[in-house]
């Protein structure tokens, strides 16, 4: 049971545009949302988080939203840089139970076409 | 400040073998998880132990264990290995169970 799905295996993007990586979730539970990064032959690196009493989060060119009536998020990357280009993980987890499982989607890997 | 380090970074064995990772979290960090990855899948939760003491465990079977050192770095031990445990181990560390968890690099795993 994928309780956190990202449908885009992959993305391609033209450098200096903007990159919009989305993110589906089923178990109403869940309040608190992380965005990962990933190259190749590293661990995932963390990018940005939100919590389920926003709806809006900004750090430099990464912004993500939280719709969750729809039980959405999206990654906002603007303007897309080469270096953006990996694989992004969207992770899940309910705060109240204090973080300790993070439940991850697929992954969609990123291509910044220069 | 050295990042989350794991060792080793590759490991070659053969089904029915043991295998013993090894975490060292960043430095202050007193909580590590432990995640599998498998090739074109997000990371799946293991365990977390915060404090020695074990705080979480994902569905994963017993041959599956850790446990976690007064210096906070971590093992993850698996026993009786099966072809489908190939996969990159990830360690996560975080100040306690509830901050943001930072990962390393991994360990891929290769069982013949």
């Known amino acids: 049971d994928q309780q956190v799905k990202q449908n885009s295996p992959s993305l391609s993007v033209q450098e200096g545009r903007i990159s919009i990586l989305n993110c589906d979730y089923t178990n109403s539970m869940f309040d608190y949302f992380l965005w990962y990064k990933k190259y190749p032959a590293e661990g995932p690196t963390f990018l940005i988080s939100i919590s389920s009493i926003k709806d809006k989060n900004e750090d430099g060119r990464f912004t993500v939203f939280l719709n969750k009536s729809a039980k959405h998020l999206s990654l906002h990357i603007v303007p897309s840089q080469p270096g953006d280009s990996a694989v992004y993980f969207c992770a899940a987890s309910r705060s109240n139970f204090g973080n300790e499982k993070l439940t991850f989607g697929t992954g969609t890997r990123l291509t910044i076409i220069p | 400040d050295a990042g989350v380090t794991q060792s080793p970074t590759h490991l070659i064995k053969t089904r029915g073998q043991q295998v013993t990772l090894r975490c060292s979290p960043i430095?202050?960090?007193?909580?590590v998880s432990w995640y599998q990855q498998v090739l074109g899948q997000g990371p799946q939760f293991i365990f977390q132990y915060y404090e020695k003491e074990e705080r979480g465990r994902g569905n994963f079977p017993d041959r599956f264990s850790a446990r976690q050192f007064p210096n906070y770095s971590s093992e993850l031990n698996v026993n009786a290995l099966l072809l489908g445990d190939s996969a990159l181990y990830l360690c996560a560390s975080s100040l306690n169970f509830q901050e943001t968890q930072y990962f390393g690099p991994g360990t891929r795993l290769l069982v013949l």
């Open positions: 430095s202050g960090h007193k909580s």
